[in-house]
């Protein structure tokens, strides 16, 4: 039986939780593999830090390079995060000759193109099954399980913060701010949660799926990215009525025009699936040109989740390591520059919200604005408004149109006397 | 650019969806796998027969023994089904030292164990995606994706027709005769649905998963097998009232007395994900020691999906052909002979439905036949029957206890002056 030997970048909780996999798991891993993991080193930020796994006689420093340059090292295990020192110790672990393992997603997104070209020049692998949605393998089932089809599009829940605000938002009258407070009290939200409800995060794994999906490059710089923190108790109830739930999805779409690269809040029908997803758990549901809509689910993030990713991902590496060809990183030999869409040519149909003044025409003024834009109203529903004001509350469900389009005519809303306020908009995707 | 040659045993439904993703996506493929796939022949049963699908200059034969004995031929894909000559082909094609794919269920549930060790001993791969859920990667998950962990248990509905059925019988009234027979009309069930509805079908799709959760052999001998037609309107009405929904699932689950592999009709509760898997689609649940649940959705039968399965194997073998090591294809290079529980040990909670006379001390009577037995009421409901009889309708929601314990409580339940003819039990499963 051959011996791995790993040296890992980071000891919080997915490089603990790892380290307590290849512990607790040792026997399944060989049976799996006829190998032995063995971690020879572990790079640590604060060497006296008390660590909640036992590191044994495991060589611990707070010099990584020294992890990046071992001899008694072959797999890099990249577990800090950041895109600064985490770039340039992966790309000097490849130099080396060593396989890495990463669970970098802010990484892969924004400097990806560099790692997996440098490891295909050195002809190591890069695996990174935990950068996106944690525990559930979507990388390896975009990447081998799906390689019959050229995928269409690929829709995903994939930060769990956002999905745990939305499903909170369901209970009557629950708003953001409030839900904010609660899923931070509970420790499924940061201090600081930008990078989660601001879809950062999201974006980053969306740029992963669409290279995974398309065999294009990694495109962080062209996503559109919309947060959750606009979305109100009122979005919530009305989506309800209309048979939708309200959805952060992070969504890339080909299109004869180039390729759509999107996160924001998305009315998706509640009979579709990726509707039923609630609380922390991701799901990523995708449609290839041969097997239709597929759909993977689970915890995206834990050290739990998260560790079995990148010891699936060690497993493949023990796998490979006396082979000579592997998969590619991104699943294609070589990538496609395809076009990305301006945001103004992506098509949606769109769920708009408005306070329109009780006045005689204030009807035919708004869709008489709509029209003008080429936008037809499918559905719509008016309510009285509750602070008295004789204010009507009104939403509607708009026809497909380009979001220039879209744009234009909010604009047109907004301008109108008879309406008070600005016009929320949030997108539908039927997923079909 | 190699080039791979494909001998193509088959060539109805999935044979020919083979085909032509082979054809219409080419370029795809060669994008993966820096390989082109070259069918050179194919075994139909009758040469005369009008094809779909364009076959071009391919040698089309009616002898299938000299598909997999040509030289021109690297790889045999096996569609033909059965376990008769379709296990003589495969052998002998392993045997000449070509790689198999092979979408047949029945063959490997049944004569996995020797397939796969003859495969090993001459060093050849034997892809079998296709056989469990059709076109969602199940097997790569489970065998890689997932190889991190210890598996605890895998729950599936993995047959479409089934669940199309129990799906429609959600509709008041709705009864299992009428639907089968709707099913029917539409190509959704067999003239002869016993393979489906039975359960047999499953039966040997959750042989083939158990092995891949535990590193197992296949014992498809030792699945404990009931069907769906015994699942009336009234059950349906009574489950959606209790928070239930009704599914026909292949389970597979692991405890420290031994495995317990079944196929029956199950109440699970509404918000676990696969209680929201409807019509002819297929999901598979599982519950790994580290990553707790995932869930994998997608068509389970249908010409593109499943082409998709085989085509996405024959990319892996493509990317193995040059390798020395390949994943092994149960997962672990020695499966370890599990005991298998028999079902009387085999521990559920349940729901039972019945008929009771309206007569002072029934509930005393049927309470003390259950507390006899260990067995404790969790819910009841109790409804006057609507024949006028005076009789009641009675369900119950019981604890969790022994197959056994449950079986003799039954008997003692319509052993009963005040019970009416036989009792119902549908078994719970709470998948968490």
Not at 258 to 274: A, E, F, M
Request: glycine residues 10%.
């Amino acid at each position: 039986m051959k011996t791995i030997k790993l040296g890992l970048l980071g000891l919080g909780t997915v490089g603990g939780g790892t380290l307590r996999i290849l512990q607790d798991n040792a026997e399944v891993l060989s049976q799996r593999t006829n190998a032995r993991f063995e971690v020879t080193r572990i790079a640590v930020r604060d060497l006296n830090k008390p660590r909640a796994v036992d590191t044994g006689d495991i060589a611990l420093t707070d010099d990584p390079r020294s992890v990046v340059d071992a001899a008694d090292v072959n797999v890099v295990v990249e577990l800090m995060g950041g895109t600064g020192l985490a770039r340039e110790l992966v790309l000097r672990a490849i130099e080396n000759g060593k396989h890495v393992v990463t669970a970098n997603k802010a990484l892969l997104a924004e400097h990806g193109d560099e790692v997996f070209s440098a490891a295909a020049r050195r002809g190591v692998q890069v695996a990174y099954e935990a950068a996106v949605a944690g525990g559930i393998p979507i990388i390896k089932a975009l990447r081998e399980g799906l390689s019959a089809n050229r995928i269409d599009w690929v829709a995903g829940i994939i930060n769990g913060t956002g999905n745990y605000i939305l499903t909170e938002m369901k209970q009557p009258g629950a708003d953001f701010d409030a839900v904010l407070r609660q899923a931070q009290a509970l420790g499924y939200a940061e201090a600081d949660p930008t990078f989660d409800v601001e879809g950062i995060d999201a974006a980053h794994k969306l740029t992963i799926l669409a290279a995974l999906a398309f065999g294009m490059p990694l495109r962080f710089d062209r996503v559109h990215t919309e947060g959750i923190s606009r979305i109100t108790a009122d979005d919530m109830r009305f989506a309800d009525m209309l048979g939708y739930e309200i959805k952060h999805l992070g969504i890339a779409r080909r299109t004869d025009a180039g390729v759509s690269l999107r996160v924001h809040p998305t009315l998706i029908p509640k009979d579709v699936l990726l509707a039923s997803v609630s609380g922390v758990m991701n799901a990523v549901m995708t449609h290839g040109d041969q097997v239709g809509p597929t759909l993977y689910y689970g915890p995206g993030a834990g050290a739990g989740p998260t560790a079995s990713a990148v010891v699936a991902d060690l497993v493949d590496v023990a796998r490979g390591m006396t082979c000579g060809e592997t998969v590619p990183a991104l699943g294609f030999r070589e990538t496609t520059d395809l076009p990305v869409l301006e945001m103004e040519q992506v098509e949606c149909a769109c769920y708009l919200r408005f306070l329109a003044k009780d006045a005689p025409g204030v009807l035919a003024q708004f869709s008489s604005a709509l029209a003008d834009e080429g936008i037809s109203i499918e559905h719509m529903h008016q309510e009285p408004c509750e602070d008295g004001s004789g204010d009507a509350l009104v939403v509607l469900i708009t026809n497909v149109v380009p979001e220039a389009a879209m744009n234009r005519a909010i604009r047109r809303l907004e301008a109108l006397e008879a309406i008070d306020g600005s016009v929320q908009r949030i997108r539908i995707e039927t997923l079909n």
